[in-house]
């Protein structure tokens, strides 16, 4: 299958790559038109596939996958080259962008067709055709997706979607010679493997991965805007996001105060049928999913922490229709150890610590303390703190008094052991063009 999938791309790529940027451009902008008369139906088919509230497939999942196609299709108008003179040489050099040939896209569970088009979009409009695979556990607006490329004009070939899983479709993608480059969005875990299988290939590889996301507060934090906001940051899409907080540091003249607010809360949010719009917390992924997070719970029990509200200690009410299925209570954890597996793996569910600390030195060294360094944020009312704290921090992205506030144009993505490479307008525009210097004697 990759195989065809391959050899499709292969042959789309001289016509593709040939048409200019506005003609590109226009089609991204017919496919986006194209997704949008259907949001209902794409956000219908997220929710089920994935257990996530059709609220969250409406307002993010669906919205931002249309939003990547009208982002891409404008920004590829907006580049320009780079042009230096030496006039003692009578020269000029000038740099020139071209798309590399086929493009492989892996992306994850989590956000389905959101992660997969913020792959396609920048891909296809820099003029690279692409195969991509999507999540084996969540492929059907992928699917849904393919029956309208035909519609929006993409010609035969440019967009392969190949399903299957992991070790044999994605595999097979990674070591295939004619895939000179590899976005991947996943886990640290596999992008190793990546890593690894395309190494004797030299490919060129962008890889964003997990993270262990800290929020810092310090006690001059406006709690009213931040504690809806760090609920949010710990337990939206079931804590199945990437860029979700994990480990909350907050400052002690406030901790007794935020931990009492913030697990009242927590408390309220409602979980279960993901189809019901008033619902906050759909269903995990899996069952395996949902035995690992609470396996982390148990752990954390086991260590000495204690369990403040979630996981073991309220009762979990579901509608009849729900009882077999897959949820958790947005579960909140303290008096755990910064070495603890809680709070350095990823758990990647409704699960998030709450620990004290004295001083703004001791909170970026805890902070900067586990292997991941994908984003954080900050939240404190003295500007020169913000900043200060901001730049020491190890992540790619640093929220202040807020989170998940994004502008594409801007570089998105990991350090340390969550990623490598960034994404957004320049940045994916560079991954997907090769330049090449040109000098010219006059
Ligand atoms: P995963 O690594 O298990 O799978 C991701 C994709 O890789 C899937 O399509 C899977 O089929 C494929 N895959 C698995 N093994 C492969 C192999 N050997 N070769 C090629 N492809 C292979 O991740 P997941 O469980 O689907 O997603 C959750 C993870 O993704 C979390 O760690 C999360 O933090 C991360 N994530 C990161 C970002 C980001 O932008 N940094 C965004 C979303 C999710």
Known sequence: MVEAAVKAAKAAFPIW?????????QILNKLADLIEHDLEAFAQAESKDQGKTITFARTVDIPRAVYNFRFFASSILHHTTECTEMPTMGCIHYTSRTPVGVAGLISPWNLPLYLLTW????AIACGNTVVAKPSEMTSVTAWMMCKLLEKAGIPHGVVNVVFGTGSKAGEALVCHPDVPLISFTGSTLTAQRI???????????????GGKNPAIIF???????????????????????CLCTSRIFVQRGIYNEFLKRFVAEAKKWKVGDPSDPTVDVGALISKEHLEKVRNYVKKAQAEGARVLCGEGVDSLALPAGNQKGYFMLPTVITEVKDESCCMQEEIFGPVTCVVAFDTEEEVIERANGVKYGLAATVWSSNVGRVHRVARRLQCGWVWTNCWLVRDLNLPFGGMK???IGREGAKDSYEFFTEVKTITIKH
């Open 417 to 419: 052991a969550s990623g």
């Open 195 to 209: 890593t690894e299988k395309s190494a004797p290939h030299c490919k060129q590889l962008s890889l964003e991965l």
């Open 119 to 122: 792959k396609i979009a920048p």
């Open 17 to 25: 790559s040939s048409k200019s940027p506005l003609e590109r451009s």
């Open 219 to 241: 006690d001059d934090a406006d709690l009213t805007q931040c504690i809806p906001t760090t609920l949010r940051s710990s337990f939206a899409n079931q804590g199945e996001i």
